[in-house]
């Protein structure tokens, strides 16, 4: 199983900012769960705005309905992180 702090990479599939969740598509967590990955609004870091398309690292921990993310971070210079690579 994955977990205690295992990080993935993924884009963002949907996301509905009125509900506040959506998915995130990763072919290395699809392998471990068949299914895309859920995404609540308050896993992303404030300030920043979560988007279709958006390249994000994550963890999964399990949630209350299944797996969702956790410890979300936006990628591609969404916020000035250290990993330079794209």
């Known amino acids: 199983m994955a977990g205690g702090g295992q990080s ?5 599939k949907s996301f509905n900012p009125t509900k506040g969740w959506g998915f995130i598509e990763c072919e290395e967590t699809f392998d471990l769960y068949q299914k ?23 963890e999964v921990m399990q949630g209350d309905n299944g797996v969702q ?5 936006l990628l591609d210079g ?7 690579r794209g």
């Not at 993935?8 to 963002?12: E, L, M, P, Q, R």
């Not at 969404?78 to 330079?84: E, I, N, V």
């Open 8 to 12: 993935f990479a993924g884009t963002i």
């Open 69 to 73: 993310a956790c410890q979300l971070r």
């Open 36 to 58: 895309d990955i859920f995404l609540l609004k308050s896993q992303v870091p404030k300030g920043q705005d979560a988007a279709k398309g958006q390249r994000v690292s994550f």
């Open 78 to 84: 969404a916020g000035g992180g250290a990993d330079g």
